[in-house]
């Protein structure tokens, strides 16, 4: 008996201190807030009072996982889980400025996140939409700005790149995801005399601030930003990913193996002529494609684990547009993964040059018609074979590209086996998962 009542009492002490030690805590954040608004975001310029002021009152440690609450008020982004961030206090008041809100304008957002841009601009704006491509995100952000109360927010999961149609025209506008240049849709989706402040860039994002006048677009740069890529076009059941068949692969040749293997060279220079889509499909085959009714490809597989993913990069071929596409053997077709131009955006130039420059300047990426793109999934082969697998990769890499040399040289066609790039370069420009491990250019001889 004696015992259970000094449990009892130690419960209730130590239920007192939790209570207090949460009220010395919510202190600290209101310090801790004040202090950001001041030193991190005033200090560098953001003069709207209305902005700071909700920026004092919003409780951002509330918007990011319990292990980074006590960062929350720090001068930097924060993970918020899915591989994605936060936005830095500062560059959340820039661009809450910049849209330059009075209180009865309709706002959408791209790249909900934590919701907590969603929440800023609720206090300051009538209504606001805002899109998450991530199912995890989207879901989290809802939940979590209806327990804070907001009712002027609505969360949809999707694709912000072609906003939210229903609920247009828009008067502002603020995307929190980079894409290479400004996407069409939300332009038209700009009411007239609105606001749309979006980073635009791979490498090297600008903030800009796009305002409409007359049905006219004027933009102005703000600041360098790094902001993670907009997500767009990728294989996530997007209905803009339209399946292209290619043509069936020839099976029978005019020349010989023999032929073929004397004569093969790797060629750096190349005709100023498209490849067609029936050569594209063929050199496809050749590399990755099913050759056996089981699934068994034409070339060698350890296991048939098949850990390379292959990928073309179009320039010039007819029937195509330019840009980069993924090869699915198993239907013997394609899937445009990313635009190759910046029809908006004139700094971006085109992807081949791009890919040119992440490849240590080596023109012939830029000059030829197409690039493959040959990428591993390491875990697929080591899985299996654990350590050893990445031999077994690298070999697999080794067959396809013989295969591409040999079938190329079949077509009258040139190449050139590349393993000389800057791998993060490559990885990031063309946003792929996977290891690139060959560029294979090829064009007419
Ligand atoms: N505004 C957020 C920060 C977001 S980070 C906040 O206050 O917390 C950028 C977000 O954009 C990520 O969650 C990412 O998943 C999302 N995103 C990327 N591409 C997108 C797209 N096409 N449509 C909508 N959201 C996208």
Known sequence: MKKEIVILIALILLGCQSLSSEKEQKVSFIQLREKMVTEQIEARGVKDKRVLAVMRRVERHRFV????????????????????????????????????????????????????????????????????????????????????????????????????????????????????????????????????????GE?????????????????????????????????????????????????????????????????????????????????????????????????????????????????????LDSGLYHYLPSSHSLIKVMEGSRPVDGMGGDLRRQLASAALGQGMIREAPITIVLAAVFQRTTGRYGKRGIRYVNMEIGHIGENIYLQAEAMDLATVAVGAFNDAAVKKLLRLKEEVLYLMPVGRQ
């Open 65 to 200: 996982p319990q292990e980074y609450q006590r960062l929350a008020y720090r001068d930097s982004p924060l993970p918020i889980g899915e591989d994605q961030t936060i936005s830095q206090p500062y560059i959340v008041g820039l661009m809450t400025e910049l849209l330059r809100l009075s209180g009865d304008e309709m706002v959408l957002e791209i790249g909900t996140g934590s919701g907590y841009q969603a929440a800023i601009l609720a206090e300051l704006a009538k209504e606001v939409y805002t899109i998450e491509i991530l199912e995890p995100l989207a879901k989290s952000a809802k939940i979590r700005l209806k327990d804070l109360g907001y009712k002027n927010i609505k969360v949809k999961c999707g694709d912000g790149y072609l906003g939210w149609e229903e609920f247009a025209p828009f008067d502002g506008i603020i995307v929190t995801c980079a894409p290479p240049y400004i996407p069409k849709p939300l332009i038209e989706q700009l009411a007239e005399g609105g606001r749309m402040v979006i980073p635009v």
């Open 203 to 319: 490498y090297y994002q600008e903030l800009k601030l796009l305002t409409k006048r007359k049905g006219k677009i004027q933009e102005q740069s703000i600041i360098p930003v790094r902001f993670v890529p907009m997500i767009h076009n990728e294989r996530r059941g997007n209905p803009v990913n339209k399946e292209i068949k290619l043509p069936s692969p020839k099976v029978k040749g005019t020349i010989s193996v023999e032929e073929t293997i004397s004569k093969r060279r790797s060629r750096r220079e190349y005709k100023d002529e498209p490849l067609s889509l029936k050569e594209v499909g063929q050199l496809l085959w050749a590399a990755s494609g099913i050759t056996a009714k089981w699934g068994g490809r034409a070339a060698p597989s350890a296991g048939a684990t098949y850990p390379i993913e292959t990928y073309l990069l179009v320039g010039r071929v007819e029937k």
